[in-house]
């Protein structure tokens, strides 16, 4: 999945639904992963994490995360000046 893909524009669509929200503001890799790994864990499955981070870097930290653990990466909102993630806990 391409960036431009991954990436929407808030007014786009109607985020997903959430269950918990990460608030990663002002932190530097690897600490926005680390806290919603953390976040994700008091989750269960099909619940979903927002994680907000400054850190542009975080757009490909995400992608990656996402990927090596299993958990969905349904949006990542590039908003003015942060970015918000939406994460799906696994299912087992």
Not at 19 to 37: F, Q, S
Not at 73 to 86: G, I, R, S
């Amino acid at each position: 999945m391409s960036m431009s893909d991954q990436l929407s524009d808030q007014h786009e669509a109607t985020p997903p639904a959430f269950k918990e929200t990460v608030d990663a503001t002002g932190l530097a890799c690897p600490l926005p992963i680390l806290r919603a790994k953390k976040a994700l864990a008091t989750l269960v499955a099909g619940e979903v994490l927002r994680v907000i981070t400054t850190d542009r870097g975080a757009v490909r930290d995400f992608q990656a995360f996402c990927k090596q653990t299993g958990n969905a990466l349904l949006a990542q909102v590039d908003e003015v000046d942060h970015v918000t993630h939406y994460l799906e806990r696994r299912l087992k």
